[in-house]
């Protein structure tokens, strides 16, 4: 079974970047689409952006097209989520997932999470 681990999340002011890490172990990385979504407070989980098993295709929801750019490494077996021009609304939980299928933006379809890493944006 893949295991995932996000890392990278905090505490910054609007306008300020943070870069996400999603490190995998256990199983070979390149079989699976990553995904990113957040649970903002008191909200369902929502999709954020998801990378192709070669990392040559991305999508991203609206609020984060333009601002949020996914890297995969396959032989590091991570993806990294770059945030930049951080918002207040961006504030959640951020969660990696993996799918060994192609994407979907749908949480439903994923049975492989990481814990999730906090970011706030605040003044």
């Known amino acids: 079974q893949l295991q995932l681990g996000e890392s990278g999340g905090g505490l910054v002011h609007p306008g300020d970047s943070l870069r996400l890490s999603c490190t995998t172990s256990?199983?070979?990385?390149?079989?699976?689409?990553i995904t990113w979504f957040r649970q903002p407070p008191g909200k369902e989980r929502e999709f954020v952006a998801t990378?192709?098993?070669?990392?040559?295709?991305?999508n991203y929801s609206d609020s984060a097209k333009g601002r949020f750019t996914l890297v995969r490494d396959n032989l590091r077996s991570t993806v990294f989520l770059q945030m930049n021009s951080l918002k207040p609304e961006d504030t959640a939980v951020y969660y990696c997932?993996?799918?060994?299928?192609?994407?979907?933006?749908?949480?439903?379809?994923?049975?492989?999470w990481g814990r999730g890493t906090q970011v706030t944006v605040s003044t």
């Open positions: 997932a993996a799918r060994a299928l192609d994407t979907s933006y749908d949480s439903h379809d994923y049975v492989i």
């Open positions: 256990g199983r070979p990385f390149n079989i699976y689409t």
């Open positions: 990378i192709s098993r070669d990392g040559g295709v991305s």
